[in-house]
């Protein structure tokens, strides 16, 4: 009752964040999970972390319509016919979005945004449609007032690719997050320079390898930080192995990697299939919710993404003396861990995943605002990073190999970036080709930043750590993030 005492009197919280805080609240009063001793122990030594999915799971945690297909046929819930012109598209979109549900309660996918619009164009001038763009685009920001929602374009160039990256870099917005698939066969350098300097100016898009991501699922978006998911599904759940906390309760590496890790896994994915059953068997998600009875997300597109945490504090805490990303001996240990992880999801069947055969996903994880001294996913932690950034992708690219539904590094540019977009791209283009799947740039003087995975404004910290209110609620998880990872010492790198 205390808990929900100071979120009704927050002076920092926002009428809706009060509203959603309530909501997970009330949620968080039921036990509806079958969560066996040892199971609960991992959960309380912060092994097991759920990442506040909520105790009764009525809805997936990651959706991922079908947009292209709604607005094909329209959408009778909503009483929404196919839209006939740009128009009718965008004030399809805005209420669509509005009712598609997540962990998050917004939208965390907004569809291959590029490809919705370009139909819709033709006859129009560039300075047309950029002003209704801008519209749509501070509609986007002001009412889904969270970053975990993203928006996809490429690979192939398109007029409105290019003019949403115009419009974006006008804006200057935390939301959408946007990340361009990127395919060397598909996508012309011009295009790609483009985005790049895009991102450089605003922290968005990031550029994804269209060429492995798109070996996991027929067809896949880029949702919420990075997470690859099929379209016209998503994921149950996503929860996390905290790789640090369960290194730190042995010094013994063998019995870590044959006892402990096994241990907790197996406790972790029973975990996830038990959220899995009671959102299929209990909810009614599948049997009511309109996305699914009008086929615009289907039950068996979706997967349960076991996520991880850590692995370079885990690394390091086997081989003391030694940094993970710069020391081959840290990085031994790393590749040990990861295959274990990797050959537990490969043989674990998991209920209602079949688009996955049934298997558990890896996913590296971005952390959250509590983590101290935990370094996402299978990044190299701030401070340790090499000082050659072709060493830096090409220690990712050994470890992104092992991760399915998302992993990503975040590089920080100087000036020289901005003036050379062609020579940032030679550096995606070589890294993609060592297996990066992944990659995020900022300038260092950029008020966006990305935290983790997502999108914060500096001047939004500056206000949140001042005790007023901020429009975007990831703003509260990106404060303490950015201070307690000290984001702001990431190494910056130049061209």
Same mark, same amino acid.
């Given at each position: ?94 209420? %669509?979005?509005?009712?598609?549900? /997540?962990? @998050?309660?917004?939208?965390?996918? *907004?569809?291959? &945004?590029? !490809?919705?619009? #370009? ?109 690859? %998911?099929?379209?016209?599904?998503? /994921?149950? @759940?996503?929860?996390?192995?905290? *790789?640090?906390? &369960?290194? !730190?309760?042995? #010094? ?109 996903? %890896? ?6 605002? @509590? ?125």
């Amino acid at each position: 009752m205390s808990d929900i005492y100071s979120i009704v009197t927050s002076r920092q919280l926002s009428y809706e964040q009060k509203v959603v805080a309530l909501a997970h609240a009330a949620e968080d009063t039921l036990q509806v999970l079958n969560i066996p001793e040892q199971t609960r122990r991992y959960m309380e030594q912060g092994v097991i972390c759920n990442l506040n999915e909520g105790n009764a799971p009525y809805r997936p945690r990651y959706i991922m319509p079908d947009y292209a297909k709604a607005v094909r046929q329209g959408v009778k819930f909503l009483e929404l016919d196919p839209p006939q012109d740009l128009d009718e598209l965008l004030t399809f979109l805005q209420v %669509l979005y509005r009712h598609v549900p /997540s962990i @998050t309660t917004y939208p965390v996918f *907004l569809g291959d &945004l590029d !490809q919705l619009i #370009e139909p819709f164009i033709d006859g129009l001038s560039d300075e047309v449609v950029k002003k209704k763009l801008r519209n749509f685009f501070i509609y986007l920001d002001r009412t889904i007032t969270d970053s975990f929602c993203h928006a996809n374009l490429g690979p192939k160039a398109t007029r409105a690719g290019r003019l949403i990256l115009d419009v974006d870099r006008q804006l200057e917005q935390a939301v959408p997050n946007l990340t361009l698939k990127y395919d060397p066969a598909l996508t012309s350098d011009e295009f790609a320079e483009q985005a790049i300097l895009t991102s450089l100016c605003v922290a968005n898009p990031a550029i994804c390898n269209d060429v492995l991501n798109s070996r996991t699922y027929d067809r896949y978006g880029i949702s919420s930080c990075y997470n690859i %998911l099929p379209i016209g599904g998503g /994921s149950y @759940t996503l929860t996390r192995l905290v *790789l640090p906390r &369960l290194a !730190q309760m042995t #010094e013994d590496k063998e019995q870590f990697l044959e006892q402990l890790l096994p241990d907790a896994m197996r406790c972790m994915a029973d975990y996830m299939s038990e959220r899995i059953r009671f959102i299929v068997e209990k909810s009614g998600f599948f049997e009511s919710h309109f996305l699914a009875t009008e086929g615009l997300v289907e039950r068996d597109r979706f997967v349960a993404m076991f996520g991880l945490v850590g692995l370079a504090e885990a690394a390091n805490h086997f081989a003391p003396g030694k940094k993970y990303g710069t020391d081959p001996e840290a990085d031994e240990v790393a590749e040990q861990i990861m295959e274990v992880i990797s050959g537990f999801a490969a043989q674990y069947e998991c209920p209602y995943c079949e688009i996955a055969n049934h298997r558990l996903l %890896l996913h590296a994880q971005v952390g959250i605002d @509590t983590d101290h001294g935990i370094t996402s996913g299978i990044r190299i932690p701030v401070g340790d990073e090499p000082a050659s950034i072709y060493d830096h992708l090409r220690h990712s690219s050994r470890f992104h190999r092992f991760i399915p539904t998302g992993c990503s590094d975040i590089l920080p540019f100087d000036i020289t970036g901005k003036q050379n977009p062609a020579a940032v791209l030679d550096i995606v283009k070589g890294a993609f080709s060592l297996g990066q799947k992944y990659i995020a740039f900022y300038a260092s003087d950029s008020d966006l930043v990305r935290i983790t995975g997502y999108l914060v404004k500096r001047s939004e910290i500056e206000k949140w750590n001042s005790g007023q209110a901020v429009l975007q609620n990831t703003t509260q998880l990106g404060a303490p993030t950015y201070a307690s990872a000290h984001l702001a010492n990431r190494k910056v790198r130049g061209v």
